[in-house]
T-cell receptor, first 110, second 114 residues
């Protein structure tokens, strides 16, 4: 079955607000996680990654949090912009295989 | 500095025909991965290839599907005798190093079987 999944399939957010996208995983042995953004008609685009020995990592306008106790990942996007509208996937890497969840569709309201 | 290229971007086949999907990795990359994405789902790993070698095809259906990555030219994912259930987006990714987490994805080929 799926080893990575997302809590909510859709998220609507007001432009300028912060977005939080959640993801649960089941493989406690995974040690590397990645968030991808997929715009319509395009391939997944790397956003940010985190290793299991960390609990937080920050990028430009994005923060990933990892809670290994409850096997939960989240992606926070600060000051959401219209260009952030896309489907967001969390994925875990084991050896060379990426396992993706089903995705959360983020829609930004003007 | 071209990224991963895939062609065709859209492919329509009738049931029973063959589909050939091509992937040219990024320059300097010798590792290729194929993933399939069904509507409303995440990507699923199919196969991992290096030049002239199939490393792992555990995610690929045993029948009708095959993949290759020749010494020269693009990687090819071949689906024989397509059925409606093969309709999906097929993505190729490439990496420079073996087992690298830095997999760069192409734009995908959207296969529609009528």
């Amino acid at each position: 079955g799926e080893s990575v999944g997302l809590h909510l399939p859709t998220l609507s957010v007001q432009e300028g607000d912060n977005s939080i996208i959640n993801c649960a995983y089941s493989n406690s042995a995974s040690d590397y996680f990645i968030w991808y953004k997929q715009e319509s008609g395009k391939g997944p685009q790397f956003i940010i990654d985190i290793r299991s020995n960390m609990d937080k990592r920050q990028g430009q306008r994005v923060t990933v949090l990892l809670n290994k106790t409850v096997k939960h990942l989240s992606l926070q996007i600060a000051a959401t912009q219209p260009g952030d509208s896309a489907v967001y996937f969390c994925a875990e890497l084991n050896d060379y295989k990426l396992s993706f969840g089903a995705g959360t569709t983020v829609t930004v309201r003007a | 500095n071209a990224g991963v290229m895939q062609n065709p971007r859209h492919l329509v086949r009738r049931r029973g025909q063959e589909a050939r999907l091509r992937c040219s990795p990024m320059k300097g990359h010798s590792h290729v991965y194929w993933y399939r994405q069904l509507p409303e789902e995440g990507l699923k790993f199919m196969v991992y290839l290096q030049k002239e070698n199939i490393i792992d095809e555990s995610g690929m259906p045993k029948e009708r599907f095959s993949a290759e990555f020749p010494k020269e030219g693009p990687s090819i994912l071949r689906i024989q005798q397509v059925v409606r259930g093969d309709s999906a987006a097929y993505f190729c990714a490439s990496s420079q190093d073996e087992g690298s987490y830095e997999q760069y994805f192409g734009p995908g080929t959207r296969l529609t079987v009528t």
